[in-house]
């Protein structure tokens, strides 16, 4: 079965400007979560969404912000880049949500780099 | 905050040598995951353990989980080049409930086996 699919896998990007990033879950999984991954800070959680809602969000400025579609793709949005958010995003999504019971599959992730 | 402390950082070590990799944390865990990541990849999840004292063996690979589930160690018997990789723990917190993906991942162990 086809995994986790990101998009795009790269992006260079002005500080200032605004970019937004999907991710496509593997068929019937309906839990999405997002993480950046910097060397300094490891990978850090961003969100997490099932059913189209929120479940929980990390410690990011309220830049950060993304939204669950029926179909359970998923997007993040950054606005107003700044030079501090270079990093791995990357989307996990796991059929249901605790990963102990039902697995979790990250993508490839996309490469943001500001400038 | 809970952090999760891995150790050691690096390790670079011969074709057929042994190494162990800890994961140590203040924090109580539901459960914990072991993934390897490779450059320009998502990590791949390579075994997630719930039960205080659980040990859990993946061929070369023996995974065990802290009686009071607050520490893991990942063993690799006969290393080879194909092990090399960044290898990250990841807990789910027992005070994050059980129904949650927001993971908290370890500070990471970068593993290059030289053949």
């Known amino acids: 079965k086809a995994g986790v699919t990101q998009t795009p896998r790269y992006l260079i990007k002005t500080r200032g400007q605004q970019v937004t990033l999907s991710c496509s879950p593997i068929s019937g999984h309906r839990s999405v979560s997002w993480y950046q991954q910097t060397p300094g800070q490891g990978l850090q959680f961003l969100f997490e969404?099932?059913?189209?809602?929120?479940?929980n969000k990390g410690n990011f400025p309220g830049r950060f912000s993304g939204r669950q579609f029926s179909n359970s793709r998923s997007e993040m949005n950054v606005s107003t880049l700044e030079l501090g958010d270079s990093a791995l995003y990357l989307c996990?999504?796991?059929?249901?949500?605790?990963?102990?019971?039902?697995?979790?599959?990250f993508g490839s992730g996309t490469r943001l780099t500001v400038v | 905050t809970q952090l999760l402390e891995q150790s050691p950082q690096f390790l670079s070590i011969q074709e057929g040598e042994n190494l162990t990799v800890y994961c140590n944390s203040s924090s109580v865990f539901s459960s914990l995951q072991w993934y390897r990541q490779e450059p320009g990849e998502g990590p791949v999840l390579l075994v997630t353990v719930v039960t205080g004292g659980e040990v859990k063996k993946l061929k070369r690979l023996t995974f065990q989980f802290g009686d009071a589930r607050k520490d893991s160690s990942l063993h690799i018997t006969a290393a080879q080049p194909g092990d090399t990789g960044l290898y990250l723990c990841?807990?789910?917190?027992?005070?994050?409930?059980?129904?949650?993906?927001?993971?908290?991942f370890g500070t990471g162990t970068l593993l290059a086996v030289q053949p």
């Open positions: 990841a807990g789910l917190p027992v005070e994050y409930g059980g129904a949650t993906n927001k993971l908290i």
């Open positions: 969404y099932f059913s189209e809602t929120q479940r």
């Open positions: 996990a999504s796991s059929r249901d949500r605790g990963p102990h019971n039902y697995g979790y599959t």
